[in-house]
Nanobody
Framework: QVQPVESGGGLVQPGGSLRLSCEAS????????MGWYRQAPGKQRELVAA???????NYADFVKDRFTISRDNAKNTVYLQMNSLKPEDTAVYYC??????????WGKGTLVTVSS
């Protein structure tokens, strides 16, 4: 059973940067598509960015040119580099492992707060 664990959240001022990490236990990490999602208070969970096993990336329009997703298969880890953060980026950020055979595994999330 693979289980992703997020880290790197915290409090940052507007315009600042954070890097989130998601490390997954288990084998065959490289075959999973990895996604970062977020959920703000009172809102639905939404996709932020995703990266396939082949390294192809996809971003939500609201984070293009500010966030970068990457993966290190040797470390079973996916990253989300977040720059030029805005107060509206405040949310719990979740990592999701999407299996090519169906099903997915969610982490418990890490809180990002953008505030002065």
């Amino acid at each position: 059973q693979v289980q992703p664990v997020e880290s790197g959240g915290g409090l940052v001022q507007p315009g600042g940067s954070l890097r989130l990490s998601c490390e997954a236990s288990g084998s065959f990490f490289s075959i999973y598509t990895m996604g970062w999602y977020r959920q703000a208070p009172g809102k639905q969970r939404e996709l932020v960015a995703a990266i396939t096993s082949g390294g192809r990336t996809n971003y939500a329009d609201f984070v293009k040119d500010r966030f970068t997703i990457s993966r290190d298969n040797a470390k079973n880890t996916v990253y989300l580099q977040m720059n030029s953060l805005k107060p509206e980026d405040t949310a719990v950020y979740y990592c999701n492992m999407i299996s090519p055979f169906g099903g997915n595994n969610w982490g418990k999330g890490t809180l990002v707060t953008v505030s002065s």
